[in-house]
């Protein structure tokens, strides 16, 4: 069986080519304008032809973000003709869809003998009622409880198999077709689903393209814990080279490349043979031996804060890096704050920038006004 034909909603000029009132275009699709006062907006897309007089349309699915099935509702039209009578004259359907001199009531007005399914909030609907060659559809929005229902993408299918075509010559009578074709539909929707599914299993395969939910399996079966710790565009660059790391899995390199990939920068390493090397200068060692952890078996990762900027983030990259490090290695992670502090991990060039003037405090017990902040204020 070849491919089915079908309609796709999922790009700018997708929903720029129909009508829109109080509505906006994003990048995933269409919501609510947010700067006005209205609490609901209209869609009208183009005309749907799938080029065949009497086409029976089979299904609509929608991805949408709903706030009750109040939020959103679906209005489908169907005709064999894409002209129709405006005020005595013959317009085409495109032009009355796109018109801003015809208002939102004229345009229902003269679609309304063609309506042929409504439904509020739909994800998969059989349209069984749409026989005509063009199909188009008028979407609403409202506005719940200052919560703003989106549209993300939609699928419409012009035809389908009709798994009746398979049944004996004595159930294909006129009488018992209508039924028998709905009651199939439902069949043929699970089958076309498996059947994407099967032509579409090479690209689950690839980290750019796979559905979100399966990048968790693919995450399994390269060794990656604790999943829910990488947002979804992160996860996705490191499933792309993981494969070849997982060869030097354990390795400073290896943990450099995913602390590089979750934080967006490469960290900086000090390990026990780089402070080693400065034991013939005692004053030099002593003070690397304060500031970091010293040991056969310890690690100091540094990384800037501006990386990592919340505790949640912070959190997050330590247990990253506890379940990749080697079971014998000890790691101390140093966040780097973007500032000059006394006693803390400085660099020049990497965290050295001079912070704003602050009262000095003792033991967090008692404050001293500085004359510099006197002289600002006094100002």
């Not at 509505?23 to 907006?41: F, P, S, V």
């Not at 398979?166 to 498996?194: K, M, N, W």
């Not at 949640?312 to 014998?328: D, F, G, S, T, Y």
């Not at 101390?332 to 006693?343: A, F, G, Q, S």
Request: include cysteine; charge should be negative; aromatic fraction near 12%.
């Amino acid at each position: 069986m070849g491919p089915l034909k079908y309609f796709v909603f999922n790009k700018k000029k997708d929903y720029r080519s129909g009508y829109l009132e109080h509505m906006d275009i994003t990048e995933h699709g269409i919501k609510l304008h947010t700067e006005d006062t209205r609490q609901y907006g209209t869609f009208i897309s183009r005309l749907m032809d799938s080029r065949e007089d009497g086409n029976k349309w089979h299904r609509a699915v929608i991805r949408s973000v709903a706030y009750g099935d109040d939020s959103i509702r679906f209005c489908f039209y169907c005709s064999n003709s894409r002209q129709v009578f405006v005020d005595g004259r013959l317009m085409e359907w495109a032009e009355v869809i796109r018109s801003q001199d015809l208002g939102i009531r004229k345009k229902r007005e003269l679609m309304r003998p063609f309506l042929v399914h409504e439904i509020l909030n739909p994800q998969d609907i059989l349209l069984y009622h749409a026989r005509g060659r063009y199909l188009w559809m008028e979407i609403q929005l409202f506005c719940q409880a200052e919560f703003e229902p989106e549209i993300l993408d939609m699928k419409i299918y012009a035809e389908n198999r009709s798994f009746i075509r398979y049944l004996p010559e004595i159930y294909q009578t006129e009488d018992q077709t209508d039924f028998l074709e709905r009651y199939l539909s439902l069949f043929e929707a699970v089958y076309q689903d498996l059947d994407t599914k099967i032509r579409k299993a090479a690209c689950q395969l690839d980290p750019q393209s796979a559905e979100p939910d399966f990048l968790s399996w693919m995450a399994e079966w390269t060794g990656i814990t604790e999943i829910h710790l990488w947002p979804e565009e992160k996860l996705r660059i490191l499933l792309n080279g993981i494969v070849k790391k997982n060869l030097i899995r354990g390795t400073r390199e290896y943990m450099e490349y995913i602390i590089r990939i979750f934080t967006g920068e490469k960290p900086f390493f000090v390990e026990y043979c780089e402070i080693e090397q400065y034991r013939d200068e005692p004053g030099v060692y002593e003070n690397l031996k304060r500031y970091y952890a010293h040991g056969p078996y310890e690690v100091n990762i540094l990384v800037r804060e501006q990386a990592v900027p919340t505790l949640r983030e912070q959190k997050a990259l330590k247990k990253v890096i506890e379940n990749m490090k080697p079971a014998h290695i000890e790691v101390h992670l140093v966040i780097l704050r973007p500032y000059i502090y006394l006693n803390q991990n400085v660099y020049i060039g990497i965290n050295s920038a001079l912070g704003t003037y602050e009262r000095a405090a003792l033991s967090g017990m008692a404050g001293i006004p500085s004359i510099v902040n006197r002289r600002h204020q006094e100002e």
